[in-house]
């Protein structure tokens, strides 16, 4: 919450998404969220822009869930609904690219 915090401080003395840069060898290597998050820290006028105030509203532009059948930690097969995919991805790429 320290960094969101600082970074919502240089954002508003700027008035801009800008004044904070995440560098990282794997950015989006374990989960969807990941992609969320940065966009939350680093982007946070342009989710306004595009009504999203929260993870689930940007799952529901960006992510898709799917049913798939997996194994569970007792070797049961289960069905298990998980976010597998990325839709829009033009526009995704485009927003992560600005």
Avoid at 5 to 30: C, H, K, V
Avoid at 33 to 51: A, D, N
Avoid at 61 to 81: I, L
């Amino acid at each position: 919450m320290n960094m969101l915090f600082a970074i919502r401080t240089i954002q508003e003395r700027t008035g801009r998404d800008l004044g904070a840069t995440f560098l990282s060898g794997t950015t989006i290597s374990n989960s969807l969220t990941e992609l969320y998050l940065l966009f939350k820290y680093l982007r946070p006028k342009e989710m306004e822009r595009q009504g999203i105030t929260c993870f689930d509203g940007w799952a529901a532009v960006y992510a898709k869930k799917s049913t798939d059948f997996e194994f569970s930690v007792t070797n049961q097969v289960v069905q298990k609904e998980r976010f597998r995919y990325f839709i829009k991805v033009p526009e995704l790429a485009n927003f992560y690219a600005e």
